[in-house]
């Protein structure tokens, strides 16, 4: 089998596979009179089936046969894969429905609310740290130690600074003991090392790290609409080759009604029979082959735009205009792509991301400055001396500094893996430009190849149908062969072929090279 459909970054339309058997068995032999042969019952040209599609489809008559070829009724292309609706779906439409409902750029949006918390995180570090504490402690019982018990002690009820008070001996006496204790304190911490040496780093690194996951939110979003464009184009380009594949069909149909009527007069052999009889099988196969492929590039079409369940799929654009030319030279084009690409601005932020975390990293091995403050509202107050069962009021404010060798190891350590991180990343951005620049190459040469193929199949298709309405003739009139009209008919099935693939290459490099530049990103908003 020989199959003439250009390979697809998603799909492979290979209607022409089993179409192009035509030439299978195709021995020449030389053709001799014969005596009129009784024909078989499948020899009947008008026998078989119309594959134009289920019963109660539209129909149209079969268009683009060669001059001289009668279009029977028993072929005929549904109307539906040959016309297109105003209010139908467009390349551009099913790029931002593809967009819209991408799984990928959902995926891809957590990832951002993720990077957002982590932002929220670290802006939270700049507050000053509140501490709030709440304690009952029960105290152990015991007898206090009595204090003066040796006659010593003498005690007066004069007032402060009477001369010579009369004074009494006083006995040993003891400070209370209160068990229950009661504690409630509120603390504030503000970091001041740490706002310039780790929470700005911190808080730096989290905000290029939330862009970065923007940018691939924007790239996710931009990949799935060039992928839908791409889709929907492969569908386009299914649902005419049943249009060619039913073109082969008639073609060998009216080949078999050649031989059998120049095999009752004797100018062509039995075995030429069978075999147009073989091909109108084989044809008859890939028609239904094709159409099988139409239908899972619809599927494929669904999929991409998340189609809601019965909803209606028409084409609302066909393939009969010239895309416009693309502008421009490769150098320019490579450098817009190096500028607009999302994949390489994600790259980058997650560098600079990682660089200040290397830098807040090695803040460990500086001291940390911070000042302090407390509230105390306690039962008994331990500042009030004797303690009572009462609630007392103190507060106290300092600064001070901690400083600790160890953290200079792991601060290091750390520092080192993040410098390392953004390396590797920025060797990333490098492979990543390395790759940019060959996808353009690639698509401005399959825009180039593709528009070149434009004219060039136009001739060759009308070179293949004028060759097979010659050979068509040539064997009707006994002149010809039927390995002839065969090979011209393989070759106007190929011409085609040829100008449906030229048609949706030309079309399908253009969404490529669109997406290689970044353009399909102009409308995708980074906040």
Known sequence: MRTFIRSTSTLSIAVAGGVLLLATGAGAQPVRKAPAQPLPPAASPQSPAAPGGPAGRPTAPVPGTAAGTPSTPSERIPVELTQTSPNGLTAEQVGQRAAATSYQAKASEEAVNSAAAKVDAAWAQFLPRLTGTARYTRLSDFTPPAFGSGGSLVVTDAPPGTRNPQTVAGGGFSFPLVLNNYLLQANITIPISDYFLKINQQYSAATHAETAARFDVAAARAKSSADGRVTYYNWLRARNAVVVAVLALQDQKNHLTDASNQFTVGNASRADVLRAETNVAAAELQVEQSKNLADLTEKQIRVAIHAKEGENIVPGEGLDTTPAPFPGNIKALTDEALANRFEIKSIDANAESARRQA???????????????????????????????????????????????????????????????????????????????????????????????????????????????????????????????????????????????????????????????GRDTKDVKVQ
Do not use: C
């Open 359 to 517: 830098k807040g990293a090695r803040s460990a091995a500086y001291p940390s400055v911070s000042a302090f403050g407390n509230a105390y509202y306690a039962n008994p107050n331990p500042r009030y001396v004797p303690q009572s069962d009462t609630w007392n009021g103190t507060w106290d404010v300092g600064a001070q500094l901690v400083w600790t060798p160890n953290d200079i190891l792991t601060g290091t350590a750390n520092a080192s893996d993040f410098e390392s991180r953004a390396a590797q990343l920025e060797a990333q951005r490098q492979v990543q430009r390395d790759g940019i620049e060959v996808e353009v190459m690639q698509a401005w040469q399959k825009i180039k190849e593709a528009d070149v193929a434009l004219e060039s199949t136009k001739r060759q298709l009308a070179s293949a149908t004028e060759a097979y309405r010659v050979a068509r003739e040539l064997f009707n009139a006994g002149r010809g062969t039927s390995t002839t009209l065969t090979d011209s008919e393989t070759e106007l099935t190929k011409a085609r072929l040829a100008e449906l693939n030229a048609k949706v290459d030309a079309r399908i490099a253009r969404v490529q090279l669109d997406h290689a530049l």
